[in-house]
């Protein structure tokens, strides 16, 4: 049906007459146009499901976000069951921050179909975003149960195992995701941190290897590939990676684990130095004052003397 049919005088004032213009119009992008087609429509029939709709996603053409959402209500009060247009809701709620509405308008659209992929993709959202783990876990386990080849939720779900250190779960996440793309940065660095958590350390170093040769310079995988070689006494490896982590700026994570490196090559001095650096930043740091009076007085360095600070170590200006 065309906008000439309308104009040419057939349909002007029936009911499917304006239905059609407002298409028309949404269809050539005049949403202005559309949206009073569907007014006019309304008029006749304000339950009609079709002009509902269409004047909801006019609304939203015209960038008229609470007019559009007043509309789908409207919509949802005569017609509930729409799984799809719930979804779509409960969407635009969670883009316009409204997120106790958005999960309103999932659990709605789960009521009606468990096993709605949108509904729980964007309830597994705001769960994450609402710091409920369990919560996301189990929307994103159920989705995946459904569309196991999301390798996107596969990643998220797997890192929210990592953060609660489940690191068995994480790891099925992410030997999941990578069967879905073998060298997948975010998948290959959970699973060799996951093993890490675990204490697999032999299993975990050539997945350590290949995502330092993809992201040699990230801080993060740097310490985290340092402590497992340095738990597989490599230590000139694990020495070599903490000091790249350095190279950039004063870091923490480096200097703890480079002292660790040092205490195991027998030399406490230059771990004394790392632990002091690491108070001169920040003098209430309680792991690093427990871990320098743990130091043995091997070093022949009297109590409290201060160390000149090693150049790998050194905070930066």
């Known amino acids: 049906?065309?906008?000439?049919?309308?104009?040419?005088?057939?349909?002007?004032?029936?009911?499917?007459?304006?239905?059609?213009?407002?298409?028309a119009s949404a269809k050539a992008r005049d949403f202005r146009a559309a949206s009073g087609h569907y007014l006019r429509a309304l008029e006749r029939d304000p339950r009609h499901p079709q002009a509902l709709r269409g004047l909801a996603e006019a609304y939203r053409g015209l960038r008229e976000a609470g007019r559009c959402l007043e509309t789908w209500d409207r919509y949802l009060v005569l017609y509930p069951g729409d799984v799809s247009v719930q979804t779509r809701v409960g969407d635009a709620c969670r883009r316009a921050g409204q997120l106790e509405r958005a999960a309103a308008h999932y659990q709605a659209a789960l009521h009606h179909d468990p096993r709605d992929r949108y509904a729980l993709m964007g309830l597994?959202?705001?769960?994450?975003?609402?710091?409920?783990?369990?919560?996301?876990?189990?929307?994103?386990?159920?989705?995946?149960?459904?569309?196991?080849?999301?390798?996107?939720?596969?990643?998220?779900?797997?890192?929210?195992c990592r953060r609660k250190l489940d690191f068995h779960r994480a790891e099925h996440h992410f030997r999941e995701a990578l069967a879905?793309?073998?060298?997948?940065?975010?998948?290959?660095?959970?699973?060799a941190d996951a093993l890490r958590g675990q204490g697999r350390f032999e299993e975990a170093a050539p997945y350590w290897?290949?995502?330092?040769?993809?992201?040699?310079?990230?801080?993060?995988?740097?310490?985290?590939?340092?402590?497992?070689?340095?738990?597989?006494?490599?230590?000139?490896?694990?020495?070599?990676?903490?000091?790249?982590?350095?190279?950039?700026?004063?870091?923490?994570?480096?200097l703890l684990g480079l002292a660790k490196v040092h205490l195991q090559l027998g030399a406490p001095a230059?771990?004394?130095?790392?632990?002091?650096?690491?108070?001169?930043?920040?003098?209430?740091?309680?792991?690093?004052?427990?871990?320098?009076?743990?130091?043995?007085?091997?070093?022949?360095?009297?109590?409290?003397?201060?160390?000149?600070?090693?150049?790998?170590?050194?905070?930066?200006?």
């Open 124 to 160: 597994g959202d705001l769960h994450q975003k609402a710091h409920r783990p369990e919560e996301a876990l189990a929307c994103w386990e159920q989705l995946l149960a459904l569309a196991p080849g999301l390798l996107n939720i596969r990643t998220m779900a797997g890192n929210l």
């Open 209 to 254: 290897d290949e995502i330092l040769e993809t992201d040699p310079g990230n801080r993060q995988v740097l310490c985290r590939a340092g402590d497992c070689f340095t738990r597989l006494g490599r230590c000139d490896r694990a020495a070599a990676l903490f000091r790249r982590a350095l190279d950039s700026g004063y870091d923490r994570s480096a």
């Open 1 to 23: 049906m065309t906008l000439g049919w309308i104009e040419s005088g057939e349909g002007v004032g029936t009911l499917q007459g304006w239905i059609e213009a407002g298409a």
């Open 270 to 317: 230059e771990a004394i130095r790392c632990y002091e650096t690491i108070l001169a930043r920040n003098p209430e740091d309680a792991r690093a004052s427990l871990l320098l009076a743990q130091v043995p007085a091997a070093a022949g360095l009297e109590a409290g003397a201060a160390a000149p600070v090693h150049p790998e170590a050194a905070d930066p200006a």
């Open 180 to 191: 879905l793309d073998p060298h997948n940065a975010h998948a290959v660095f959970g699973l």
